[in-house]
């Protein structure tokens, strides 16, 4: 049986890279290094996959939110950073036969007119329960539910 696509939220910030990076990378794609919080890399390894939908977050900005669409184009892999000595990412202590570090690729789909801010995602009732509104929800990579997907794009149409 195939399995249903699922959505996520990635977040990013824009001065590192935002969306509009995303969009002028070869092909439109990239892969999403550097992630190094193991809740994180478990989603990355084990749970996002080739054909997920992805709202790509802007963070440390204002304003913060919810910036556009991505579609994950590679499934999880090990991050290529995490062995290399000249990378702000390397962990020397990450061995190739069993890798610490895990990342997948994305393609930018499309960016919103306008960010969608937190401040409005919090406001949305459809949105109460998305991690991203809940206090103290700092992970960089997040699951979010179809309705919620929806909700969030729903919202940067009506902007």
Known sequence: ??????YWLFKSEPDVFSIDDLKKAPKK??????VRNYQARNLLRDDIKKGDAVLYYHSRVQPIGV???ARVSKSGYPDPEQFDPTSKYQDAKSNPDDPRWYCVDLTWEKTFAEVVPLADLKEAPAL???MVVQRGARLSVQPVTKKEFDAVLKM????
Request: glycine fraction near 10%; hydrophobic fraction near 45%.
């Open 29 to 34: 794609t990239t892969y999403w290094e550097g």
């Open 67 to 69: 910036a556009g669409i």
């Open 1 to 6: 049986m195939a399995r249903a696509k699922q």
């Open 156 to 159: 940067a149409a009506a902007r």
């Open 128 to 130: 109460k329960d998305m």
